[in-house]
Antibody, heavy 121, light 104 residues
Framework: EVKLVESGGGVIRPGGSLRLSCVAS????????LSWVRQSPGKRPEWVAG????????NYAASVRGRFTVSRSNVKRSLYLRMTSLKAEDTALYYC??????????????WGQGTMVIVSS | DIVLTQSPGTLSLSPGERATLSCKTS???????LAWYQQKPGQAPRLLIS???NRVTGIPHRFSGGGSGTDFTLTIGRLEPEDFAVYYC?????FGRGTKIEVK
């Protein structure tokens, strides 16, 4: 069974930092791109960042570029998101998602249950 | 950046009726990257269609996708009670605002 399990969310003050993790199981992670997608209550999903199968190719949404860093470790079967300079508008449920192939920006066929990030003073 | 415009915002239908959802792109695109998702309250989105018209394994045949250029559609042949949800179209890097199908 394919599973993506996120962790690391919480309540953080504006300007703070947080690191999200996602552990994958049930498939060969080397064959798939992985991304983070976030969603605020009542809003559409928003792609945040992604990294390809080779741990090298990556990209970011304009809204987070320069503040967030995505990485992965195929050996550890894990995806990470380092978030700095957090803003109130970063408040959302953060999903770890699997792309349909080796690129991170293909359709997302597997989703975790998400980890909630709340940025508030 | 390409903008996705979904319509209508809300669709009020009865079980058994046909649903047609629209997704228009601001530029001509290859349908290769157009996907559709279903989301129910409290759940993560679920991929239904990729490549504009390729139904994902396990998705019922009443769901079909089509279109090309700038105009794409998701059709649900006969609505089942479990189909009342929000539907999003997506391209790499962006999602549409969604169409909610509600019970009439």
């Amino acid at each position: 069974e394919v599973k993506l399990v996120e962790s690391g969310g919480g309540v953080i003050r504006p300007g703070g930092s947080l690191r999200l993790s996602c552990v994958a199981s049930g498939f060969n992670v080397d064959d798939y791109g992985l991304s983070w997608v976030r969603q605020s209550p009542g809003k559409r999903p928003e792609w945040v960042a992604g990294v390809g199968w080779n741990e090298i190719s990556m990209n970011y949404a304009a809204s987070v570029r320069g503040r967030f860093t995505v990485s992965r470790s195929n050996v550890k079967r894990s995806l990470y998101l380092r978030m700095t300079s957090l803003k109130a508008e970063d408040t959302a449920l953060y999903y770890c998602v699997r792309a349909q192939g080796r690129d991170y920006d293909l359709a997302f066929d597997q989703w975790g249950q998400g980890t909630m990030v709340i940025v508030s003073s | 950046d390409i903008v996705l415009t979904q319509s209508p915002g809300t669709l009020s239908l009865s079980p058994g009726e046909r649903a047609t959802l629209s997704c228009k792109t601001s530029e001509t695109i290859s349908g290769k990257y157009l996907a559709w998702y279903q989301q129910k309250p409290g759940q993560a989105p679920r991929l239904l269609i990729s490549g504009a018209s390729n139904r994902v394994t396990g998705i019922p045949h009443r769901f079909s996708g089509g279109g090309s250029g700038t105009d794409f559609t998701l059709t649900i042949g006969r609505l089942e009670p479990e189909d009342f949800a929000v539907y999003y179209c997506q391209l790499p890097g962006t999602f549409g605002r969604g169409t909610k199908i509600e019970v009439k």
